[in-house]
């Protein structure tokens, strides 16, 4: 009784925090509000209208460049390192506190650190020129085609650790009959990771692929800091384009109906990793 | 939601292996990989302290490799307390203050509210307990740009719209899907019998919780603490909706402050800020790494 009780406060605080106030941006998608929340009905208007607005689809494909890249280089990045990690290293804690501190900083730490870095006239292009290379060009930052990439640098520097940490973790609890029985076997060590121990660890990579996937659709303070969004909005995302709808250009509409977008798109992710979770326990 | 259950006990005494000396190269190859990605996670920060440390006239005519030719300190001083933000030139110690104020009473109802969740979700019969669960969840996977604006005419209709309260509301809010999880998930392993005694003995829930199972959390509360702590301090888009302007933290201060532009863009200044932010949930790190990698790690235990 007492327990159901205790539980009603965090119920009533998700019910209209969470559900209550995706619902609301919904139905405020569906209608022409502008400065404020007017609920007039105006059918699919003003989700036609983000159709037409070009920074719309660059922000949309962006998150699908940015996710897919930063999904995929963290993963093969932090796989790779657990694995070295594994292979009794000297001096092990210490590479594995330098993997990992960067999860402890902020986006915005993140963003600036690695604009500072990659910014063609202070950073690392002008120390290379300076070396005698002077026809060197690493001015991704201020492309609005290559910009987008340094925010996958930028992001697998602060997540590559995480999938180490959650990698090298499921690699130590391997049952050792396994690796014993490889070795009777004589297969080397990269055939037993890349047909076995992988293989088996496939739970875990999912994790790590749900951690990162809601580091992306979530991405919105990386930008901010690293790029703005620009050069133009060449590295814009919907959460960006939703905010700056919301609190700068005041469509608060065609913001919802974004917003409204980005939520679709996390429910489909979600149902997609539902379904590999019962692929996964149906075998 | 087994999966990391069985994959976290990471102390797990590694397997013992022989070196063949044909395998030499291979180690070599192996440190040598080990090296460049520890440069590559190294570089950054040592870069930030670097130019931190500089002249603005040394940025100007140096690279960002050189080392600083003498320890200076004065942009540490200057981003403490004289850089501009926007037209206010009082550096950003006023954020330090505003984020403990939001920081404090975040952490503390988020991990306390959430332990009574993952206690009452775990140690007692309740009906449809996995689905509230599943429910609460959802709410880590949707972005804050879905709910925000809502939550803002909501905060503001209540009268708390660009307060502490309201930013406070805001994360504890935000806090309790991941939490909960963490301590439903560290009960679960409680045995049911502790509860049974306590309640022949005519101990009622709070009582317990409060006597028998908090007692016993510590580790966990810890994780917990550390996440939260991390989570609200780096936090940059709640803060700068809810809080107001009076009310900005130093994640918050720090971005407007490398965006503020007046003549000559101090690089230094800039850095010494950057690293005074991060300062803190670094030094979280450092210093309770077993519990902050399972505090991480642990937002992964989804079913």
């Known amino acids: ?283 | 939601m087994t999966m990391l259950q069985t994959a976290i006990p990471s102390a797990v005494p590694r397997r013992a292996r022989k070196h063949r000396p044909a395998a030499a190269i291979g180690r070599l190859g192996l440190y040598g990989f080990l090296v460049l990605a520890a440069l590559f996670f190294a570089i950054p920060l040592i870069i930030m302290v670097s130019t931190s440390l500089k002249t603005v006239e040394e940025i100007r005519t140096g690279s960002i490799f050189m080392l600083p030719q003498a320890l200076d300190f004065s942009a540490w001083a200057k981003a403490w307390s004289s850089a501009c933000i926007g037209r206010q030139c009082e550096g950003i110690r006023g954020g330090l203050w505003n984020s403990i104020l939001i920081m404090v009473p975040s952490t503390a109802l988020s991990v306390l509210i959430s332990a009574l969740n993952g206690y009452a979700l775990s140690l007692w019969r309740i009906r449809h307990a996995g689905l509230l669960l599943s429910a609460l969840m959802v709410g880590a996977f949707i972005p804050y740009q879905v709910m925000i604006y809502p939550l803002v005419r909501m905060s503001s209709t209540i009268g708390i719209y660009g307060s502490i309260p309201a930013v406070v509301l805001v994360h504890v809010l935000f806090g309790l899907p991941i939490l909960t999880l963490i301590f439903r998930n560290f009960y679960s392993a409680l045995p049911e019998e502790l509860i049974k005694a306590a309640r022949v003995d005519g101990a009622g829930f709070f009582r317990i919780f409060f006597r028998i199972v908090l007692p016993m959390s510590t580790n966990v509360i810890i994780v917990a603490l550390i996440l939260s702590v991390t989570g609200v301090w780096n936090d940059y888009l709640l803060s700068l909706i809810f809080a107001g302007r009076e009310n900005l933290p130093m994640t918050v201060e720090l971005a407007s402050l490398v965006s503020t532009r007046i003549g000559v863009p101090e690089y230094n200044v800039n850095m010494a800020a950057t690293i005074i932010t991060a300062l803190p949930p670094l030094l979280l790190y450092l210093f309770s790494g077993r519990y902050f990698v399972r505090g991480i790690t642990a937002g992964a235990v989804k079913g």
Request: glycine content about 8%; overall charge positive; proline content about 4%.
């Open chain 1, 1 to 283: 009784m007492m327990a159901r009780f205790a539980l009603v406060p965090s119920i009533l605080l998700c019910a209209i925090g969470f559900y209550g106030a995706m619902l609301w941006t919904v139905v405020i998608s569906f209608t022409s509000s502008t400065i404020t929340p007017r609920y007039e009905f105006a059918g699919l208007a003003q989700y036609v209208r983000l159709f037409t607005m070009d920074r719309w689809h660059v922000a949309y494909t962006n998150m699908f460049v940015f996710g897919a890249l930063y999904i995929a280089c963290s993963l093969i990045f932090g796989v790779l390192l657990a694995i070295a990690l594994d292979q009794s290293i000297r001096g092990r804690n210490l590479l594995q506190t330098i993997f990992l501190y960067p999860i402890a900083l902020s986006f915005i730490v993140t963003g600036l650190a690695w604009q500072w870095l990659l910014n063609p006239t202070t950073g690392l292009q002008n120390y290379v020129r300076g070396l005698g290379f002077e026809s060197f060009a690493f001015d991704w930052l201020s492309s609005p085609d290559r910009a987008v990439y340094t925010l996958v640098i930028a992001g697998v520097w602060h997540a590559a650790g995480l999938v180490m940490a959650i990698m090298y973790a499921g690699l130590g609890s391997v049952d050792g009959e396994i690796w014993r029985a490889g070795r009777v076997d004589g297969i080397p060590r990269t055939t037993m990771y890349r047909r076995i121990i992988l293989p088996m660890l496939k739970p875990v990579i999912i994790v790590c692929v749900v951690l990162l996937s809601m580091d992306v659709i979530k991405s919105y303070e990386l930008v901010v800091a690293m790029t703005g969004g620009g050069p133009g909005y060449s590295t814009d995302l919907p959460a960006k384009f939703v905010v700056d709808n919301l609190f700068t250009r005041t469509n608060i509409g065609l913001a919802s109906a974004a917003a409204t977008l980005m939520l679709a798109s996390i429910i489909v992710l979600l149902l997609l990793f539902g379904w590999l979770q019962k692929e996964r326990v149906a075998r």
